[in-house]
């Protein structure tokens, strides 16, 4: 019987840690939503990208990235890739490691060295995968990710 009892347990205590743990894996905390949009552009100028953002953000993205150069410095520079919505802009200053090598085309991955938005998304925190592969003529990429738009405050006294 006490064998029934601890096999009871065990199993009620893993159903309450999945059930407390669900909206966490959601992705709808405290004003988090999750990102999943996709970016396609086209080159319009030497190291200038621009097309659609769609999927749960929807805008427009425009890009100036130059392969060869080295990291951009956030607290000197202008955002490299910003995303304009209805609602804000996301602005972003990102760089990647990898290298065109010589082929067709070369894939990108993406480190966000620093996020801040406009409008809707103004006070924003936000962690962001950005990849995919381009080519000389274009760029197809994957936003993926989580844009908390509530602020952190301080508990009430």
Request: net charge neutral; glycine share 8%.
């Amino acid at each position: 019987m006490s064998l029934n009892r601890i096999t009871a347990t065990i199993l009620t205590l893993a159903a309450l840690t999945f059930a407390l743990t669900l909206p966490a894996a959601a992705g709808d905390v405290r004003g988090c939503k999750s990102v999943d949009a996709d970016m396609s552009t086209a080159v319009v100028d030497t190291h200038v990208e621009v097309g659609p953002v769609e999927g749960m953000i929807l805008g427009v993205a425009y890009l100036t990235y130059d392969d060869a150069a080295p990291p951009i410095d956030p607290q000197w520079s202008r955002p490299n890739l910003v995303i304009t919505t209805k609602t804000g802009n996301l602005n972003l200053w990102v760089y990647s490691e990898s290298k065109p090598d010589g082929g067709d085309s070369w894939w990108r991955q993406f480190t966000v060295l620093r996020a801040e938005g406009t409008g809707r998304y103004a006070g924003a925190r936000m962690k962001l995968n950005i990849y995919g592969k381009c080519t000389e003529k274009n760029g197809a990429y994957e936003i993926e990710g989580v844009i908390c738009t509530l602020p952190l405050l301080p508990p009430k006294k």
